[in-house]
């Protein structure tokens, strides 16, 4: 029995990417959330509330690390990764626009875990943050979810492609890290 063919396993792994996402994965969920949905069209919508869940949760982490940890935890990798202008630009936003940059961002090519951490940074309410995140990260994939789902199944013969795309992205950030 292969990977693709254990649901459960692939759950797991969409959780677990979806959560990285949210946190420092510089890769979107969507990467991994389209080819199953596809797989499995009956399940698009669990799929997609499961993806939203993980990334919520990965960017309160990254929320309250940026929160707490701004200076001694978050600018050093930020500078490492050659994000600072990135960040400076995000957070100058946050001083415009306030919790709308989050809400906005999750519909935007705007790197999710670039705007929670500038929303833990500038301060923005944990209330605010859960509701603003949730709320950009639904809709943008129960979107992709249902268009993965309406554009016809992923054939079965392919399933493993998705897999090692998923290998070489996470050899990637282990080689980065």
Not at 57 to 84: F, H, I, N
Not at 143 to 165: D, F, H, Q, S
Not at 166 to 174: K, Y
Request: glycine letters at 8%; one cysteine or more.
């Amino acid at each position: 029995m292969t990977p693709s063919n254990r649901p459960g396993l692939r759950r797991r792994s969409l959780a677990a990417f979806a959560f990285l996402e949210g946190v420092i994965l510089p890769v979107p969920a969507e990467l991994v959330l389209a080819p199953l949905c596809r797989l499995e069209p009956r399940h698009w919508l669990s799929l997609a509330w499961l993806t939203v869940f993980w990334s919520v949760v990965g960017g309160l982490l990254a929320y309250l690390v940026a929160r707490w940890g701004m200076d001694s935890l978050v600018l050093p990798l930020v500078k490492q990764w050659g994000y600072e202008a990135e960040l400076t630009e995000v957070l100058e936003l946050y001083r415009q626009w306030g919790v709308w940059v989050l809400a906005v961002s999750g519909l935007t090519p705007l790197p999710y875990k670039l705007a929670t951490l500038a929303a833990g940074a500038s301060g923005v309410s944990w209330p605010l943050f859960l509701v603003a995140a949730s709320v950009s990260r639904a809709s943008r994939y129960l979107l992709v979810a249902w268009v993965a789902k309406e554009t016809g199944r992923m054939p079965r013969g392919y399933a493993w492609l998705g897999w090692v795309i998923l290998g070489v992205l996470l050899c990637a950030l282990l080689l980065v890290i």
